[in-house]
């Protein structure tokens, strides 16, 4: 059974730095991209980006180029998402998505991970 | 980027109701466009891609059509584990873009 499954709720302050994770499991993990979308809610779903696992890829939609690093540990089948320098701006739910083998919609999804920065 | 839009925002339904949601385009996605369901405190579900492929285990209640930049999803008798916000994806053009959900609620 495939699954996705994340890093718990956290709560940081504007200017701190964090690393989320996506941790893969029942499929070959090198084998299909990893995404991450953000969602505020009310604002709806946006694909911030996604990498492959395979040879640590990434691609990042040009409006949060610069602004997240994704990367992947293939030694534990798992996906990052990392802040240097948190907004406000950046509280949201962020979910990490499976993307369908050779396709660009999403398969499976984790449960997502409940970002607030706030001081 | 492709913008995608969805409506109605919010629908009031009853169980056994057909209902119809509809996603459009800012231009044509030919009929690469997905379908997610997402209920409270869930993540996303996929229900259907290239327009009206149902995902496996997806209920045949679920179908979905169009092309270009008009497209639908239709649930035909509404059941209590389909109220949930639903999204359209288009995955025609870089970057993937998503429509702003609409929320089916009981009426």
């Known amino acids: 059974e495939v699954q996705l499954v994340q890093s718990g709720a956290e709560v940081k302050k504007p200017g701190e730095s964090l690393k989320i994770s996506c941790q893969a499991s029942g499929y070959s993990f090198t084998s299909q991209w990893i995404a991450w979308v953000r969602h505020i809610p009310g604002k709806g779903l946006e694909w911030m980006g996604a990498?492959?696992?395979?040879?640590?890829?990434?691609r990042y939609n040009p409006s949060f180029q610069g602004q997240v690093t994704m990367s992947v540990d293939r030694s534990i089948n798992t996906a990052y998402l990392q802040w240097r320098s948190l907004r406000a701006s950046d509280t949201a739910i962020y979910y990490c998505a499976r993307q369908f083998s050779g396709h660009y919609f999403f398969d499976y999804w984790g449960l997502g991970i409940l970002v607030t920065v706030s001081s | 980027d492709i913008q995608m839009t969805q409506s109605p925002s919010t629908l009031s339904a009853s169980v056994g109701d057909r209902v119809t949601i509809t996603c459009r385009a800012s231009q044509s996605i030919s009929r690469w466009l997905a379908w997610y369901q997402q209920r409270p405190g869930k993540a996303p579900k996929l229900l259907i891609y290239?327009?009206?492929t149902l995902e496996g285990g997806v209920p045949s209640r679920f179908s979905g059509t169009g092309s270009g930049t008009e497209f639908t999803l239709t649930i035909t008798s509404l059941q209590p584990d389909d109220f949930a916000t639903y999204y359209c994806q288009q995955y025609h053009t870089y970057v993937w873009t998503f429509g702003p959900g609409t929320k089916v609620e009981i009426k």
């Open positions: 290239e327009t009206s």
């Open positions: 990498i492959h696992p395979g040879d640590s890829d990434p």
